[in-house]
């Protein structure tokens, strides 16, 4: 008897797989492998969670109404050109299932975050990857890489797992060259960390014409990943597009509650800010005093060149941290194969981190 087959293409996907979250052997591991936030959710947060407990029978605010009006407060934003996700993840994916399909191409930069790839191949779209020049993408090429086909052009900004972005006149520069049919989905899942002058997250290029998104992740800064919240800003009329194809009660209650206890806990936002710009800085400089290139990152994580081959190779060196109890991210399906990227995680979990790579590059046994 003949069975179901999914679609062509559908095969073809290699599941995303997410960072490692324990080690065998090891009671408590210190896992950096993931880029969550060293210092966790806001007590805020944890409160209106716990709160909503009793409620677990009602459906949640399908309209997310109170969590859209306090980002539109916060941010100084129109509510209805935001939407909400389960992570950002799931915006990404709509967005590209709306403008994209079988016979279009969907492009990125050539070190980008695999959600990309995955969606445009999900929903039948040709993923397309630009050159990056020293781990950055290169908007010279982003722009030689368009072709009629072209429907929706990624950048995350800051990028995962590079750590690198793009100045904002280099993303307006962006923006300007694309064809007013192409979708710029600009990916700000680490903006919260950035503190440079030439810095933006691209809410002033989505007020400018009808062809850009911002999206933004409360699984970062915020430190609720395991709730999965995501928002976008966006065109009224794409807004419009993505409450067309989203399910009716996407984001969860406590999720959303959560997010606006965490968004109204700027202290806490600051701390862990603040936290990522000292430890960041740290194990940079002691990753490079070890003789290793790590790459100019501004995200709350570092990624460091081990090499692909040798007994010091980028696998090498994670196996050996695993045995370790360090839990680093591998990257090779990123086109990473040589280096390895560590989350900056609490004070003795970067010494920790520290502590093993010096072992590793010693030849130690573990």
């Known amino acids: 008897m003949a069975s179901p087959e999914p679609i062509d293409g559908i095969l073809d996907i290699a599941p995303y797989v997410g960072g490692d979250s324990k080690a065998d052997g090891v009671a408590r591991a210190v896992k950096l492998s993931s880029n969550e936030s060293a210092i966790g959710p806001s007590p805020r947060a944890v409160d209106a969670y716990r709160a909503l407990a009793g409620e677990l029978h009602r459906y949640p605010d399908g309209g997310f109404n109170a969590l859209r009006e306090t980002i539109a407060e916060i941010h100084g934003l129109a509510p209805e050109r935001l939407i909400c996700g389960n992570g950002s993840d799931e915006i990404i994916s709509y967005l590209t299932h709306a403008y994209a399909g079988p016979g279009d191409e969907v492009l990125f930069s050539a070190h980008g975050f695999l959600m990309y790839p995955l969606s445009a191949m999900a929903a039948g779209a040709r993923p397309v990857k630009a050159p990056e020049t020293d781990y950055r993408a290169s908007v010279d090429a982003l722009l030689d890489a368009v072709t009629d086909a072209t429907r929706i052009v990624f950048l995350a900004n800051p990028n995962n797992p590079t750590g690198t972005y793009l100045p904002a006149d280099e993303v307006a520069r962006l923006r300007a060259g694309l064809p007013g049919r192409v979708l710029l989905v600009l990916d700000g899942a680490y903006a919260e960390y ?173």
């Open 194 to 366: 950035v503190s440079r002058n030439d810095y933006s997250a691209g809410i002033e290029l989505v007020d400018a014409g009808d062809n850009v998104v911002m999206t933004r992740t409360f699984s970062k800064i915020y430190g609720l990943a395991a709730l999965r919240l995501g928002w976008a800003y966006c065109p009224r009329a794409i807004a419009d597009v993505y409450h067309r194809v989203r399910p009716p009660f996407n984001v969860n209650a406590a999720a959303q509650v959560a997010g606006v206890a965490a968004m109204r806990d700027v202290a806490h936002t600051d701390a862990a800010r603040t936290h990522n710009d000292i430890w960041q800085p740290w194990l940079t400089a002691e990753m490079s005093r070890l003789g290793l290139f790590v790459i100019p990152s501004v995200g709350n994580f570092i990624t460091v060149r081990f090499g692909a081959d040798g007994p010091r190779a980028a696998a090498e060196a994670l196996a050996f941290l695993k045995r370790r109890g360090v839990l680093a991210r591998g990257i090779a399906p990123y086109g990473l194969a040589d280096c390895v990227r560590f989350t900056i995680g609490l004070e003795d979990e970067n010494r920790a981190v520290v502590d093993a790579v010096t072992a590793f590059l010693s030849g130690a046994d573990v």
